[in-house]
């Protein structure tokens, strides 16, 4: 038999007809006809009773569309919800509603809060707690939790020079330009403008804050600041500049008239003689010259700057700098460092500090790295270019492009006959 489709129901209510959505009925209450709505709460059948008139009918519906609405949002069981568990998850969609809009790929509800959320504004932690998560997650894990002179330099850095900048905002409000801002207002030692080399320093720390922060869900990727953004072009570098012979007579009178400045008098001796590295210097240690009373000084590969361990054979003037400033009272234990300070930063600015008093006392400029590519121009026309090349740690091409001078041959005995 062909079923045919029920015909819709009417009521008649105050003279007018009106059809009723599914849940909602009219029945007898106490002999009274009333609108109802019916649904299920906690396992039980609810009910509510309206007036049977349009007023009523009204209500009714209202009240079962927002019933259908919860069975929508909360499933079969909403009954079973408080109201404050309905309002967390309402909450809750409404943070991860907001959420995707902006890029953010919340999972669940827990994450939501856990990312400190307030209000209805989505945000991402702020740039301090996201420094924080870098270098606890990602730096001191390389070091095996080690706080090394490379992870105290980038705490320094992370934690006293950016985070006041940045600290309390959230990460995904910083712009390129709040990085530009920051990066040309960097001061250098001097309190000028900090260098290219420094900024360059830093702008590669905050990439690798904001890379790190993207990779592990921080971040959406799009609120990266500095993804686009690249190190200025570096200026081509200026020939480097080598001091006279007698400029360094004059350092090296100085520092033998002035006592306070004798423990200088090898570090001095090892750079200008022997053409050791800043960092080299900073690092090598009494014990590793005249190794077994041997000529040499070995620089270890943990010394070298490249990594690569080499010899450098010093020059008869070296040991008598050194015999000088032993009978003067300088240490030289082996395991002493040339340069006083328990860390090669400290070691490092004890130098610096060093040169900007030496310059200023002698009224000698001493342009950056001169001590070395003095060493080099001299030590190439005494020794020739290959034993040069080896000792200094490069190749003769660098020699040649770089460090290489017209000195004469008068000139290099000359410099190698500088003595106490």
């Known amino acids: 038999m062909k079923k045919t ?9 105050e003279g007018k007809r009106v059809t009723l959505p599914k849940g909602v009925s009219v029945e007898m209450k106490n002999g009274v006809r009333k609108v109802t709505v019916t649904w299920s709460e906690h396992g039980k059948v609810r009910r509510k009773y309206f007036d049977y008139s349009l007023e009523g009918v009204e209500q009714a519906k209202d009240i079962n569309a927002t019933k259908k609405q919860e069975l929508k949002r909360f499933g079969q069981e909403f009954g079973t919800i408080s109201d404050d568990e309905k309002q967390a998850l309402d909450l809750w969609r409404a943070y991860v509603k907001e959420a995707m809009a902006n890029g953010f790929n919340f999972s669940s509800a827990y994450e939501v809060m856990q990312r400190g959320l307030n209000g209805m504004n989505t945000t991402t932690p702020d740039f301090r707690s996201l420094a924080r998560f870098y270098f606890d997650k990602e730096l001191m894990r390389k ?21 006041p900048v940045f600290g309390n905002k959230p990460a995904h409000t910083i712009t390129e330009q709040d990085v530009l801002d920051f990066l040309d207002r ?29 990779e592990q869900g921080r971040v959406p990727k799009q609120y990266n600041p500095v993804a686009n953004l690249k190190p200025a072009k570096k200026r081509k570098d200026a020939e480097p500049e080598i001091l006279t012979v007698d400029e360094v007579r004059s350092i090296f009178s100085f ?20 053409g050791a590295r800043v960092e080299e210097r900073a690092k090598l240690t009494y014990g590793d010259i005249y190794i077994g009373g041997r000529n040499e000084i070995f620089v270890s590969a943990a010394v070298a700057k490249n990594g690569i361990a080499r010899f450098i054979y010093p020059t008869e003037n070296v040991k008598a700098w050194m015999d000088f400033a032993k009978a003067h009272g300088v240490s030289m234990n082996a395991t002493d460092t040339l340069i006083q300070g328990d860390t090669v930063k400290q070691r490092r600015t004890a130098h610096s500090a060093f040169l900007k008093t030496l310059a200023m006392e002698t009224g000698i400029i001493l342009p950056k790295n001169c001590i ?30 770089h460090y290489r001078r017209a000195i004469t041959k008068t000139e290099a005995e000359d410099y190698y006959n500088i003595v106490p």
Do not use: W
């Not at 000028?192 to 922060?213: C, D, E, H, I, P």
């Open 5 to 13: 489709k029920a015909k819709t129901k009417f009521y008649e209510v």
């Open 143 to 163: 070091t095996d939790g080690e706080l090394t002179d490379h992870t105290e330099t980038v705490r320094q850095r992370l934690f006293n020079i950016v985070a």
């Open 186 to 214: 960097l001061k250098g030692q001097n309190g000028g403008k900090a260098s290219l080399v420094t900024r360059t320093q830093y702008l590669n720390l905050l990439k690798s804050v904001f890379k790190f922060a993207v």
């Open 255 to 274: 520092v033998k008239n002035n006592p306070k400045y004798h423990s200088f008098i090898p570090v001095l001796a090892v750079g200008f003689f022997c």
């Open 372 to 401: 070395r590519h003095t060493a080099a121009s001299f030590m190439a026309e005494s020794q020739g270019y290959t034993e040069t090349a080896n000792q200094l740690g490069h190749d003769i091409g660098m020699l040649l492009k």
